[in-house]
């Protein structure tokens, strides 16, 4: 049950703020989170992830998982010890017509349930299921064509856990 949600908003323009957005958000994670992201094609969602594995420590160049559907980076950070970057944008509809089935069959759940682990989920939007108590960020135009509004919504309490995925026989 959720009893509050913090919303911060930003405005970015450029790459650069976007990531360092991306790195004060890292600053405030212990492993265990779920982030979604959410924005147009192009609007900056890995670059904001970007951001989040630098400030993870993360050693590795990040790139849009769009074609793997997910990347898994290890972290030389005190709590989180990997970052795994999901991107739902070409997500089949799977076998039953929900894109989590094609998640659970690549070990979603391996990742989301676990505390030392930080799971940042691109075009979140697609799935018809989120965890409950996942952070929310929303990249949207701002007032000037070079603007980027960045919206982070986190609940403040909660006792709910993340859904669990699991790999389906």
Known sequence: MMLATMLHTYLSIS????EKIGANLARTLKGGETILLSGDLGAGKT???????KALKV???ITSPTFVLMKVYPTYHKTVHQLVHMDCY???AGRH???EIELENI???DYLSSPDTVAAIEWAGKLNHTPAG???????PGKKTTERKITISRPKTTTSK?????RSS
């Open 15 to 18: 790459r650069a703020q976007t």
């Open 47 to 53: 670059v904001l992830v970007k951001g989040l594995a």
């Open 59 to 61: 050693k590795q160049i």
């Open 90 to 92: 070409r997500l089949p």
């Open 97 to 99: 017509g929900v894109p």
């Open 107 to 109: 070990g979603i759940g």
């Open 134 to 140: 996942a952070i929310k960020v929303h990249i949207g």
């Open 162 to 166: 993340h859904k669990r995925y699991s």
